[in-house]
């Protein structure tokens, strides 16, 4: 079993930065991907970044160019860094990860909020 804790979430003028963190933890795992999705009111989750063990990326159409994800492999963590922060931004954004076993596991969201 995995349990994946976020961090970072707040309140950030638009055009500001934010990093989020997400923090892996558990026994007798080992994980493939990490990565990030989120989801606005009325919409659908979609991707944000994700990132393999062994450090290829692929990011979303909508953050491309504005945020890097990162992760510490030795501790299981991984960073979403966004700048130039936009109003259509906003979200709940959700810390994923893939194990090798094939399991999925997901944080329970940090809220994202970018004013105007």
């Known amino acids: 079993q995995v349990q994946l804790v976020e961090s970072g979430g707040g309140l950030v003028q638009s055009g500001g930065s934010l990093r989020l963190s997400c923090a892996a933890s558990?026994?007798?795992?080992?994980?493939?991907?990490m990565g990030w999705h989120r989801q606005a009111p009325g919409k659908q989750r979609e991707l944000v970044a994700v990132?393999?063990?062994?450090?290829?990326?692929n990011y979303g159409d909508s953050v491309q160019g504005r945020s890097t994800i990162f992760r510490n492999n030795t501790k299981n963590t991984v960073y979403l860094q966004m700048n130039s922060l936009k109003s259509e931004d906003t979200a709940v954004y959700y810390c994923?990860?893939?194990?090798?076993?094939?399991?999925?596991?997901w944080g329970q969201g940090t809220q994202v909020t970018v004013s105007s």
């Open positions: 990132i393999s063990s062994g450090g290829i990326t």
């Open positions: 994923c990860a893939e194990a090798y076993s094939g399991f999925n596991y």
């Open positions: 558990g026994s007798g795992f080992s994980i493939r991907h």
